[in-house]
């Protein structure tokens, strides 16, 4: 199952995530969304979701959003781990 993370790189929860889950050993694409050609790409999340908190995670076709879905990185990257575990 891929793992989309949305970040920017002067985010430092976007930072502690990526360390988790490459800690983890877990393999992510990181889209950068202050990049030009990612930002259409989170435009339309942000039309799903609602907000523009990130880091925004997406697995599968499951996004996972900060303040909705995971209050906490360790929270999320333990959703991230548990989802990959039980697919």
């Excluded at 996972?64 to 989802?83: C, R």
Aim: aromatic share 12%; with cysteine; glycine share 2%.
């Amino acid at each position: 199952m891929e793992v989309k993370i949305y970040t920017t790189e002067h985010c430092k929860y976007c930072f502690q995530l990526k360390r988790i889950l490459s800690l983890l050993r877990i393999s992510y694409i990181d889209i950068d969304i202050d990049k030009s050609e990612n930002k259409n790409e989170y435009e339309e999340i942000v039309k799903e979701i609602k907000h523009y908190y990130i880091p925004v995670i997406k697995i599968g076709d499951q996004f996972l959003s900060p303040n909705t879905d995971f209050q906490t990185i360790n929270e999320a990257a333990n959703m991230i781990f548990n989802k990959l575990k039980s697919a």
